[in-house]
């Protein structure tokens, strides 16, 4: 099982930008699929972006598309989210998570880190 630690979070003016990492340790991420997560204050949470560490391929949400990269590090086995052009309704904990190849559900999860946007 990865363990994973979400850094990168904080307060930002709308329209700028923050860049979260998602560090893993225990093991790599070479064989799994890696996700952003975020929930709200009394919503529900939603999926934001996610890769094939393998493959390299990526998710985005609707509402991201075009705001928001998820990369990837091999040396730092780090998975990135630079989020751009923030607005207010990004404000959330973000999580990050992962599965292996071979399971169909994330499994494991971060503690989360907070982002807030004013206007």
């Known amino acids: 099982q990865v363990q994973l630690v979400e850094s990168g979070g904080g307060l930002v003016q709308a329209g700028g930008s923050l860049r979260l990492s998602c560090a893993a340790s225990g093991r790599t991420f070479s064989n799994y699929f890696v996700a952003w997560f975020r929930q709200a204050p009394g919503k529900e949470r939603e999926s934001v972006a996610a890769?094939?560490?393998?493959?390299?391929?990526?998710y985005y949400a609707d509402s991201v598309k075009g705001r928001f990269t998820v990369s990837r590090d091999n040396a730092k086995n780090t998975v990135y989210l630079q989020m751009n052009n923030l607005k207010p309704e990004d404000t959330a904990v973000y999580y990050c998570?992962?599965?292996?190849?071979?399971?169909?559900?994330?499994?494991?999860w971060g503690q989360g880190t907070q982002v807030t946007v004013s206007s």
């Open positions: 890769i094939n560490w393998s493959a390299g391929s990526t």
């Open positions: 998570a992962a599965r292996h190849s071979g399971s169909a559900s994330y499994n494991n």
